[in-house]
Nanobody, 121 residues
């Protein structure tokens, strides 16, 4: 099985930055996209950003201009650089991987355990 392990979450003041990292282990198809979902208490889970094996990226409108996703295929890692963080960015962020269609649909093949991001006012 594929295991995804996130790191880099924590507490940051509004306007600050965090860099989330995800390391994937096990068999994984190179064509699979990797991405980040987040879920805040009482809110729907949402796709924050995704990146294909070729480096094409997509972001939610709320993250455009502030978040940057990147991946290293050789290392099977994906990162999410989050700048200008806002309190509304507070959520559990989970690394995901799978075919593009599954990631976009909210049913990726694999989920990480999640890492908490808390942005104080």
């Amino acid at each position: 099985q594929v295991h995804l392990v996130e790191s880099g979450g924590g507490l940051v003041q509004a306007g600050g930055s965090l860099r989330l990292s995800c390391a994937a282990s096990g068999s994984i198809f190179s064509r699979n996209v990797m991405g980040w979902y987040r879920q805040a208490p009482g809110k729907q889970r949402e796709l924050v950003a995704a990146i294909t094996d070729g480096g094409s990226t997509n972001y939610r409108d709320s993250g455009k201009g502030r978040f940057t996703i990147s991946r290293d295929n050789a290392k099977n890692t994906v990162n999410l650089q989050m700048n200008s963080l806002k309190p509304e960015d507070t959520a559990v962020y989970s690394c995901v991987t799978g075919p593009l269609s599954t990631v976009v649909a909210g049913i990726p093949d694999y989920w990480g355990q999640g890492t908490q991001v808390t942005v104080s006012s």
